[in-house]
Structures are given as structure tokens and as C-alpha cells.
């Protein structure tokens, strides 16, 4: 497991680095700030928690599940921002299946990355959860 998680993580590293910036920004958190808090979309609150420093790394599933996943040393060199989606969220609004699409969900996440202030960042996702962060990717880092 450790080792399909590493090998994931330097896929997504990779993938980021394809971008034609030499250079990620950093969060405008501060480098040593670690905080929890959640972003309202549509109704529905989304949890978060940051934990780290260095290069911010969007993660998005469960903000309670994917803390514990990822080793303690990574957070000397990234700055974790684990992130709700709308089905982990405890307080949501209910919202009719057409209206549910991916394209809400890229919103969902790009609104937790600006109301963050991230910049750009490197988002990973396991499961589903990378196939929508891979999109992501696509559509909000194409040039």
C-alpha cells in the first residue's frame, strides 16, 4: 500500500510538472499555519484540514480519512490541504441528481482552491477521486 501510495504521488507530481509554469506558488497560508475550517458550496459544507509546509498539495476525498494515510515526514515538504467532497460532508444540501454533475464538482474545487488562496497547486486523488483530480487538472490547467 505504502508503495502504490509513493508511486502515485510522483505520478501526480509529474503530471503537474507538465505544466508549462517553472515554478508552483505557494499558499498564501502561513508556511507554519495549520488549520481546519470549511468552505460552503451550494449549501453544503465542506471540511477541510491543512497540515504542513512547502508545496501545497490539494487532496481530495475525506478531510478525517486521508490525514491519517499520508506519513507524517511528507509534511516537512508539502503543505496537505485535505478536502471534503459533497458525499463526505456531514452538512450538506440535498441536490437533485441532474443537477450533480462533474462540472459541479470541478467548481466545488475550485472554489476550496481560491477561498484557500492556494495558487496553483498539486492535487491528488485516489480511486475516483484521482480520475476527478485528473480532470480538474485538465480542464482549470490547460496553458
Not at 27 to 45: A, C, H, P, W, Y
Not at 108 to 132: A, F, M, P, W, Y
Request: charged letters at 25%.
Amino acid at each position: 500500500m505504502k508503495l502504490l501510495l509513493a508511486f502515485s504521488l510522483v505520478v501526480v507530481l509529474i503530471i503537474a510538472g507538465c505544466n508549462n509554469s517553472p515554478v508552483m506558488k505557494q499558499s498564501s497560508l502561513r508556511e507554519d499555519q495549520d488549520s481546519k475550517g470549511f468552505i460552503e458550496v451550494g449549501g453544503t459544507k465542506l471540511n477541510y484540514v491543512v497540515e504542513g509546509k512547502g508545496i501545497s498539495c490539494l487532496v481530495i476525498g475525506s478531510s478525517i480519512y486521508y490525514p491519517r494515510t499520508f506519513d507524517k515526514k511528507l509534511r516537512d515538504h508539502f503543505k496537505f490541504c485535505f478536502v471534503d467532497m459533497r458525499w463526505f460532508a456531514k452538512d450538506y444540501t440535498t441536490v437533485k441528481p441532474e443537477n450533480f454533475t462533474l462540472k459541479t464538482i470541478l467548481e466545488d474545487i475550485e472554489k476550496v482552491r481560491s477561498e484557500l488562496k492556494l495558487g496553483k497547486v498539486i492535487i491528488i486523488g485516489h480511486s475516483i477521486h484521482g480520475t476527478i483530480a485528473f480532470e480538474y487538472a485538465r480542464r482549470y490547467w490547460n496553458g
